[in-house]
Every structure is written in C-alpha cells, then in structure tokens.
C-alpha cells in the first residue's frame, strides 16, 4: 500500500479508506483488468467472429500488459476465496456471465 501511495501520490489513509485493505485493492484491480478484456474480446467478437475474438486476447495482452500479469497471477477463485460476503463478493460472482452468454 505504502508503494501505491508513493507512485500516485496519493495519503496511505486514503487508499485504506477508499479500499478498506490490500486484499480489496487487489480485486478491485483484477476486476477491472477482467472487464478490460472482455470488453476487447466482446467487441472482438462482434467484428469478427471467433477467430478475431481468440486474437483479441493476444492484442490485449500487448495494449495492456500490467492487466495481462494481474490476470495471470490470479485466479477468481482464490479472489471469492479471499473476498466477504458483500458487493465486491456478488460482483467476482458474476464477473463470466456476460462472455459465457455471449459464447453460449
């Protein structure tokens, strides 16, 4: 938290406050960096079909490559895991149900 502080110049109060821990940050995070590519893989898909929506991956893996290693280093999983009841809790939930629909 003290390096998030330094680099956006932001008070260590302040992101506690806004985030209530570490483990919120992070989700907070990897939510966003999930809705980030999904909404390249959906427009993707859209435009081109499946084998544009399958490279849309790749080109998001370029364009954003600090999302790309967030989403890799974890798993929704460990994040429900981790995550009480609550909003942030129904939000990583229902993070996949607008891609399964739109796959299915």
Do not use: K
């Amino acid at each position: 938290m003290e390096a998030i502080a330094q680099a956006s110049g932001a008070p260590t109060g302040s992101i506690y406050h806004r985030f209530g821990s570490r483990d919120e940050l992070i989700a907070r995070l990897w939510i966003g960096a999930v809705y980030r590519s999904q909404a390249a893989f959906l427009a993707a898909l859209e435009r081109e079909a499946a084998t544009a929506a399958a490279m849309s991956i790749l080109d998001f893996c370029e364009q954003q490559p600090g999302d790309a290693r967030l989403l890799a280093a974890c798993r929704r999983e460990d994040l429900v895991r981790a995550t009480p009841e609550g909003p942030l809790a129904e939000e990583l939930e229902g993070l996949n149900r607008s891609v399964e629909r739109t796959v299915v």
